[in-house]
């Protein structure tokens, strides 16, 4: 159980098109959705936290209208970077917390497998 | 510095030994975890241990916890060339934002380890 998907796995993109990710919760429903960012050979950094039904909520030092996220439905989240530079390619990950278990000392996030976005 | 320092940032050693990761954090925390991800991939939960532990085992894992020292190590026994992965922290704590708490994870920089075989 608590399996969480990302699509697509790798895109390509021309600089100045938008691309689209997508993360679902395949067997739980999650109020919660996270993206993140990962540089090679460097760490996760959090970019924002998604809340089914309202506004994400940006790290500071992340541009709202260049990221944009929507938490449309309990098990869905996207994620579309406009406008895209060469500067995002990056690895693109997501996780989501099980609305049902919600335990802040036991809590565990379901990552997903990750988007790399190359743009060119 | 940022929540989440690890230490080493490059550990290589020979198949059979242990390998000790530390991680070191400024906040109060809920709970604090370890990954592990291999080149390129996405993310496998390792182990979770609680504010309120200090020592927690999973399999060849050995995790500790001083919330004293704001400190933790991921211990690797008898490792193998398998084990050759980036591993992090990441601290769960409650932030705030525009008056709303959540909690948020915040990840350390990684151990590159290598396992010679």
């Known amino acids: 159980g608590a399996v969480v998907s990302q699509h697509p796995s790798w895109v390509i993109c021309k600089s100045g098109t938008s691309v689209k990710i997508e993360c679902r919760s395949l067997d739980f429903q999650a109020t919660t959705m996270f993206w993140y960012r990962q540089f090679p050979k460097q760490s996760l950094m959090l970019m924002a936290t998604s809340n089914e039904g309202s506004k994400a909520t940006y790290e500071q030092g992340v541009e709202k209208d260049k990221f944009l996220i929507n938490h449309a439905s309990l098990t869905l989240s996207t994620l579309t970077v406009t406008s895209a530079h060469p500067e995002d390619s990056s690895f693109y990950i997501c996780?989501?917390?099980?609305?049902?278990?919600?335990?802040?000392?036991?809590?565990?996030?379901?990552f997903g497998p990750g988007t790399r976005l190359t743009v060119l | 510095s940022q929540q989440g320092e690890e230490d080493p940032q490059a550990l290589s050693i020979q198949e059979g030994e242990n390998a000790t990761m530390n991680c070191s954090y400024k906040?109060?925390?809920?709970?604090l975890q370890w990954y592990r991800q291999n080149s390129g991939r996405g993310l496998v939960h390792l182990i979770l241990i609680r504010s309120n532990e200090r020592e927690k085992h999973s399999g060849r894992l050995r995790v500790t916890l001083d919330t004293s020292k704001k400190s933790s190590s991921l211990l690797i026994t008898a490792s193998r060339a398998a084990d050759t992965a980036s591993y992090f922290c990441a601290t769960d704590a409650w932030y705030n934002a525009g008056g709303t708490s959540y909690g948020k994870l915040t990840f350390g920089q990684g151990t590159i380890l290598t396992v010679h075989p």
């Open positions: 996780s989501a917390r099980d609305r049902w278990v919600f335990n802040p000392f036991t809590d565990t996030q379901y």
């Open positions: 906040t109060s925390i809920n709970n």
